[in-house]
């Protein structure tokens, strides 16, 4: 992440493979929403005003959870997504937490309730999640979702703007990711077919080839990477584990989720199925710590792949303190080749392990913060983040 993304590009571009198999989301147990945090005694951190207005305009669902708008003419607040009429400028006022707006007399909307968490997986569908991630073998139908009193057209579209993929899609890509498990411990074709739920070796084939591109004797060796979505202060993200460590961890845009994981499983090399393993429960613990100011140094495994100068720019990063910054330049010394400045910061962008690897610690000459993946709010937000735990005894990590 970061890099040369300019100032109010958000996220950036990662991704995937259409129809691909994605994140699963993990109810309990969720780093803390910025507005429980209350480390800025400044007031909670927004993006600039201008952003935001923009986010508005363009219901960037991404920006959900992040701050409440509220116009004044109504007296009514709302989410930056809200399908509703946009307001004039001038009527608006931004807040970080829908409590502020509240206090201040408005009224939540009708129509976005911006009272709900976002991001938070509503209750009927973390049981449908929980059942088929128990037994991917369960197939549940439109009558079934029916006969349980859920609408299939909104399951369809949560699991559309959360997994980038129907729920269908969703149960079929665990299959496929249960019966490429069973293929990589050696089991007979048949058997990791069948055994996954699969009713047909044909069904199976198909499968398998729309997410790998590669029939059944070649999907041995084909790189799985777990992904899952996380919650986090600054939006969810997308965190992806293999059986060596965690190789992903970048915010997610939701608009664009299935391009953006077409792109990053075409970069990694990798299938994406969902699901994730300890490694990815690890760094999950280890980023609520770390946004709750807690933790200084991840110490989850990491799987990490590029150019061998690439790693060597990453292990750079690795090795800023946290709570301090470094430009380019001093990364380009720190590597050893003072003048590959613009190599170096091409190698920042080219990390897609965020905040694990932190390239948000990387800033201009000047002391601006440059580009970042992420968006420069939350560059701000983590630099800003550090900066306050940086003076405390650490409760862990060091
Ligand atoms: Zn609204």
Redesign the pocket.
């Known amino acids: 992440m970061d890099g040369h993304a300019g100032p109010g590009t958000v996220a950036r571009a990662g991704a995937a493979m259409a129809g691909h198999p994605m994140p699963v989301t993990h109810a309990p147990r969720r780093p803390a929403r910025a507005d429980q945090l209350g480390f800025f005694d400044a007031g909670p951190p927004l993006p600039p005003a201008d952003e935001m207005y923009r986010a508005v305009l363009e219901r960037d669902t991404r920006y959900d959870g992040i701050f409440v708008v509220a116009v004044k003419t109504t007296g009514?607040f709302?989410?930056p997504s809200?399908?509703?009429k946009k307001p004039l400028r001038e009527n608006v006022e931004f807040y970080a937490t829908a409590k502020e707006a509240l206090d201040l007399g408005y009224r939540p909307?009708r129509?976005?309730r911006?009272l709900e968490r976002p991001g938070q997986t509503p209750e009927p569908i973390r049981a449908l999640l929980e059942e088929v991630e128990r037994d991917p073998t369960r197939r549940i139908g439109d009558a079934e979702l029916r006969r349980r009193g859920l609408d299939p057209g909104f399951v369809r579209r949560w699991f559309k703007a959360n997994h980038g993929m129907t729920f269908h899609a969703y149960q079929r890509a665990l299959r496929v990711g249960s019966a490429l498990a069973e293929l990589a411990r050696g089991a007979p074709i048949t058997h990791a077919a069948y055994g996954s739920g699969f009713e047909s070796l044909s069904g199976f084939h198909d499968a398998l080839r729309r997410i790998t591109g590669l029939p059944p004797s070649r999907s041995r060796a084909v790189r799985r990477v777990l992904l899952t979505r996380v919650l986090t202060p600054l939006g969810p993200m997308l965190l992806g584990a293999t059986e060596k460590g965690v190789c992903l961890l970048e915010f997610t845009d939701r608009r664009m989720l299935e391009t953006q994981l077409r792109r990053l499983a075409r970069r990694l090399d990798c299938v994406f199925v969902p699901g994730t393993n300890e490694f990815g429960r690890r760094l999950e613990a280890e980023l609520e710590a770390y946004f709750a100011g807690e933790l200084r140094t991840f110490e989850t495994p990491l799987d990490v792949s590029g150019t061998e100068f690439q790693l060597r720019v990453w292990d750079a990063l690795r090795a800023i303190p946290y709570g301090e910054t470094r430009t380019y330049a001093d990364q380009a010394r720190m590597i050893g080749q003072p003048d590959a400045v613009r190599a170096v910061a091409r190698a920042n962008g080219d990390n897609r392990i965020a905040i694990v690897i932190p390239c948000h610690r990387v800033i201009g000459k000047d002391g601006t913060l440059t580009g970042y993946g992420g968006g420069l709010w939350r560059k701000r937000y983590l630099l800003e983040l550090e900066r306050r735990h940086s003076g405390e005894a650490p409760a862990r990590g060091a």
């Open positions: 009514i709302c989410r809200c399908p509703a909307c129509r976005c911006p």
